[in-house]
């Protein structure tokens, strides 16, 4: 391996960086994982996890953490004024449809933030208006102005978005972001809600804007891309180049549909081609693979192993051409480090001999800080994963301590399982689960031991909950190798997924099912109002 170093920069100045003194202009990161993200189905979180995703999202420093959309259900409202109490360096932001309602709720959830943000949207597109609103377009207009006046008056951080904007009329557009900004918006969001546009297009969309809109210098303009055509990265890079300074983005790109520009995609094409690209973001880029992992561990969403920046091969050099390529020269294959994502090589942790001090020192290293009681519950399951697993590596902790902690508000706990399995039949399994505190066990038969498994959950906690996706993979090398499950189950319209990592496949199997139940017991108490669709 070449000793010359491939990215000396410091964070947020990439290997094509044109001129150190001049590190350009600042773009403001705005995260929804936690509002469009949690949209997408199967993705919903509880309050304690999004209370750890915004303390990852405000430590790698996203400018505007949109938490939620308080009108939405009890659980969010909760869940966006828990998070405006808590973040301290990040703007909070709740979203609001253009009603007084929304707008009061969206107004009360931030109201304790140190910097809240009320955001409030209204289609303007010629099909929204008729068909989802069905409002004639000069009511929306007046709505414009009665919605961001009543913001304005509630909160001095106002953000408005006309849903739908690549599909509106320019004329109209124009003029419903002028009165947006005379009404007190101080930034002006264009979504590309269907994923349609192009890179060209929203260019120039975003400079017709900024030419003919006669207040446009007293808002930041902000761009909102869905990913239906795959361009949502790239639309949302070719705002930036017109004059955008916001970008709307989400972890892993999750949300509605295809999802939404992935914010590790947008933030290290920033940091990467500064030579053509002149911005800077506030993100410390090293916390991009923990934030990673956090979010597919608590949606269930794993990452495709493709996937740029955070997929399980984005840096990994298989050809034998590319690996003498990279001996010879790290840059001929990789255009940024690993390291400058925070993916370090997979180092041997600890054994059954390690104490609590070091298992607390390595967590800390690796970016949990646990309390007391998490501590403990983490440390009893790496002793057992010690006992039965010779080399534990950062990997096998993170789903670990991901598995323990995130569940331990669940009112349905997994406590063991027995299973008989083979060719010889018939499946066993004997399950004891904890519900509400009260242990209870079941023996059930199916085809095959996952079956007999989820047969015998099934015993202990009736439901009607259909089992939509069943998957394992496995979390390192070996045989000896923690197996991560995903489930997804789907009662009424409304799925949510769940994960579990043992190193027994059918223990991670029934860990994944009982945390997908847990979830669903969660949505079942949220009730969403019709038609909120965002
Ligand atoms: O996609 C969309 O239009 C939205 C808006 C609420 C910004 O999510
Ligand atoms: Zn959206």
């Not at 964070?11 to 044109?18: C, H, M, T, Y």
Request: aromatic letters at 4%; hydrophobic letters at 40%.
């Amino acid at each position: 391996m070449s000793a010359e170093p491939k990215d000396t920069q410091e964070p947020g100045v990439g290997p094509g960086a044109r001129d150190a003194a001049s590190p350009g202009e600042r773009v403001v990161i705005f995260d929804t994982t936690m509002r469009d993200g949690e949209q997408s189905p199967g993705c919903s979180m509880n309050l304690e996890e999004k209370l750890q995703v915004a303390d990852v999202l405000e430590e790698m420093g996203v400018d505007v953490i949109e938490a939620g959309f308080p009108i939405a259900s009890k659980g969010d409202f909760e869940a966006v004024s828990e998070i405006a109490k808590r973040v301290k360096n990040s703007t909070v932001a709740g979203l609001a449809r253009a009603t007084p309602k929304d707008i009061d709720r969206a107004g009360a959830a931030v109201k304790f933030a140190a910097r809240p943000r009320i955001h409030t949207f209204i289609s303007t597109s010629p099909l929204h208006m008729k068909h989802k609103l069905q409002m004639a377009p000069e009511a929306v207009h007046q709505a414009v102005h009665d919605s961001v006046t009543r913001a304005r008056n509630l909160c001095d951080d106002v953000e408005w978005s006309p849903e739908d904007g690549t599909r509106t009329e320019h004329d109209f557009l124009c003029r419903t972001v002028e009165t947006a900004i005379k009404s007190g918006a101080g930034t002006v969001n264009i979504p590309d809600t269907v994923g349609y546009t192009v890179p060209e297009e929203f260019h120039a969309l975003i400079a017709m804007l900024m030419n003919r809109v006669p207040n446009i210098d007293k808002a930041i303009i902000s761009v909102h891309c869905h990913n239906d055509l795959g361009l949502a990265v790239a639309n949302s890079l070719a705002a930036v180049s017109a004059g955008a300074r916001q970008v709307e983005c989400t972890v892993n790109g999750i949300g509605e549909r295809a999802g939404n520009a992935a914010m590790e995609e947008i933030v290290m094409a920033l940091r990467t081609r500064r030579d053509t690209l002149p911005f800077v973001t506030g993100i410390n880029t090293e916390m991009i693979t923990r934030a990673s992992r956090l979010v597919s561990a608590i949606t269930g969403f794993n990452v495709q192993p493709n996937k740029a920046i955070v997929g399980a091969n984005a840096f990994a050099h298989e050809s034998g051409i590319h690996q003498d390529g990279m001996l010879k020269h790290s840059g001929t294959y990789e255009i940024m480090t690993p390291e400058s994502v925070g993916l370090n090589q997979s180092t041997l942790v600890m054994g059954k001999h390690s104490g609590r001090h070091a298992f607390k020192s390595k967590l800390e290293e690796l970016g949990f800080r646990l309390s007391d009681n998490e501590l403990n519950d983490a440390f009893v399951r790496f002793k057992d994963l010690a006992d039965h697993k010779k080399d534990v590596y950062d990997e096998d902790l993170i789903a670990l301590v991901d598995d323990a902690v995130l569940r331990h508000n669940d009112r349905i706990r997994f406590v063991s399982l027995q299973v008989v399995c083979g060719s010889k039949g018939p499946q066993t399994a004997e399950l004891e689960l904890e519900v509400d505190g009260e242990r209870r066990t079941a023996k059930a038969d199916g085809n095959g031991p996952v079956d007999a498994t989820f047969e015998a959950v099934t015993a202990i906690v009736p439901h009607e909950a259909v089992l939509k996706l069943y998957q394992v993979h496995a979390v390192t090398g070996g045989t000896d190798a923690q197996a991560e499950v995903t489930v997804r189950l789907e009662e009424a319209g409304k799925s949510v997924n769940g994960q579990g990592a043992d190193y027994d496949t059918l223990v991670a199997s029934a860990r994944a099912y009982v945390n997908a139940l847990n979830k669903l017991l969660v949505k079942r108490e949220k009730s969403a109002p019709a038609a909120i669709s965002a």
